[in-house]
């Protein structure tokens, strides 16, 4: 990591996020005073792509672990796993939602549709009998 140091002024603006968001992340323990760019820019990599907080958090531990880069990648490599098949699950469940509610919305637009034929039918049925009184004697 870097030793610059910025202000959450210039961090907020470069991230286009609040000074408030960055007091937070400083909170979580994700920054440090200190306000590195790296770990805040990794912070909102990781929250784009859905990590938990505490997902980040160790995420960017084993970014700041002195240890070698192939246990930091299958820790990476296996929370990303882990969050693909939470997704995977969820747009599943979208999926049948979507599904569902596609055949209710064809069944409604089947009922509307039934009904109109009625009122359709009905009105020209009112508009036979008055042409018939209309002319009668």
Not at 25 to 38: H, I, V
Not at 44 to 65: H, M
Not at 71 to 80: M, N, P
Not at 88 to 95: H, P
């Amino acid at each position: 990591m870097t030793d610059t140091r910025y202000t959450i002024t210039e961090l907020a603006r470069e991230f286009e996020i609040t000074p408030r968001a960055i007091r937070f992340y400083e909170n979580q323990g994700l920054l440090t005073p200190a306000r590195d760019r790296t770990r805040l820019k990794l912070t909102l990599r990781g929250k784009r792509l859905g990590f938990t907080l505490l997902e980040v958090s160790r995420l960017l531990d084993l970014y700041d672990s002195p240890t070698g880069t192939v246990a930091q990648l299958h820790a990476f490599l296996d929370t990303i796993a882990a969050h693909r098949a939470v997704l995977e699950a969820q747009l599943d469940d979208l999926n049948a939602t979507l599904a569902e509610l596609a055949v209710y919305e064809a069944q409604g637009r089947a009922l509307l549709s039934a009904n109109a034929e009625k009122r359709a039918r009905r009105a020209a049925v009112v508009a036979a009998s008055t042409d018939a009184d209309a002319k009668s004697p």
